[in-house]
Nanobody, 115 residues
């Protein structure tokens, strides 16, 4: 069984920064891709940032230039650096991984951007 554990959420003022971390644990023999999703109040879950199978990155338009996804393959970890945060970034952020040919989700971490 594989588990994804996120950390790094919290309350931040507009214009501030946060860094989310997600680490996969368990018996892992293949990590195909990992990424970050979010669900804002009253909205559907959306892909925020992720790695494609060929190693490229993609971002939802609303975060381009502000968020950066990175990964540490040796640690089976993925990170999301979020800068210039806006109130509309408030959401529960979920780590997602296609690992051992199965999709896994983290438990989610709350990010609140408010003054």
């Amino acid at each position: 069984q594989v588990q994804l554990v996120e950390s790094g959420g919290g309350l931040v003022q507009p214009g501030g920064s946060l860094r989310l971390s997600c680490a996969a644990s368990g018996t892992i023999f293949r990590v195909t891709t990992m990424g970050w999703y979010r669900r804002a109040p009253g909205k559907e879950r959306e892909l925020v940032a992720g790695f494609t199978t060929d190693g490229n990155t993609n971002y939802v338009d609303s975060v381009k230039g502000r968020f950066t996804i990175s990964r540490d393959n040796a640690k089976n970890a993925v990170y999301l650096q979020m800068n210039s945060l806006k109130p509309e970034d408030t959401a529960v952020y979920y780590c997602n991984g296609y690992i051992n040919y199965v999709y896994y989700w983290g438990q989610g971490t709350q990010v609140t951007v408010s003054s």
